[in-house]
DNA sequence: CTTTAATTCTACTAATTCCATAGAATTAGC
DNA sequence: GCTAATTCTATGGAATTAGTAGAATTAAAG
């Protein structure tokens, strides 16, 4: 299961997709996006939120401009931003133990065999299966018929 | 990430399926495994242990005979029981979100449609990859080799 | 330069879940 | 009845999760 953090995070990802001006010219977005709009369409608390934009923005999926009309936007492309980047980021490992995981991997303090470890083997499994699906959606795809009405449409 | 529960109910079973008589006459096992044993070997708190087996007793996973020369045993075979089985009597839901799940479905609170959310139609997809490899590996695949001598060898 | 309205950052709290332990009750065999 | 096992319920501490508070900082606009 997700975290509501990362539900969250999937939600204003989704929201700035929707809403910055994706017409770039120098290479960083015309267009802000507020912590306060994403926090109240979305129904997320604000502070909260605040929270999670930073972390965003500190994994570079987004960032931020101060100030009276500052906000976020993407500097990567939400195309380039897939859903196994976020879990990532968010909720840490996919894998489902750390001896299985890539990007964590650590070793199981009373383990003598990896290799022969059938358990392992089988979670090993159970991720590249996982990162497959994970890695084929980015927020662009998401965002995608998503969003519908400022008043009424998150769907996650 | 799987609980530590998970992984000892793990480590449990599989050192059952290795210790239990497998010589099924009248349908139930003849020989018993003590709780005893299978915390000192596996290394698993005692009584966080005896929890466990509770549990997977309730889930139909295992039974036991008290007194004293009593102890737990398979009530399914081995081969019977998934990883996915265990996973969700322990950890629960295997899909990322409640709206995903088969086995414990739940309504996100904001949702104004479902068939449209593009999120879940993805966190499906993990689902169902996830179920692919988890209800394919049983007890009695990671039994096989995983245990190699009551001194040394867990392997998760 | 001052005001204003936004983000940034650090710290804190409340609630929940996870991990583990304690101990009394129960059961079964000798 | 004694012993050694499971059964069951309760409890406690640690870790994580979810959310809050408030001061500091930034940048645009009047």
Known sequence: MISKKMKYALKALIH??????TNVSDGHAVEYVKAHDIAE???IPKKFLEQILLELKKGRIINSKQGNVGGYYFVKKPEQVTLADVYRLIDGPIALVPCASKNFYEKCDDCPSEEECSIRHA?????????????KKNIHDLAKGTYIDANVSWTI
């Open 41 to 43: 369409q979305g129904h």
């Open 123 to 135: 979670l090993i499994q159970v991720r590249d299966e996982t990162l497959k699906v994970l890695e």
């Open 16 to 21: 700035i997709a929707n809403h910055q001006d």
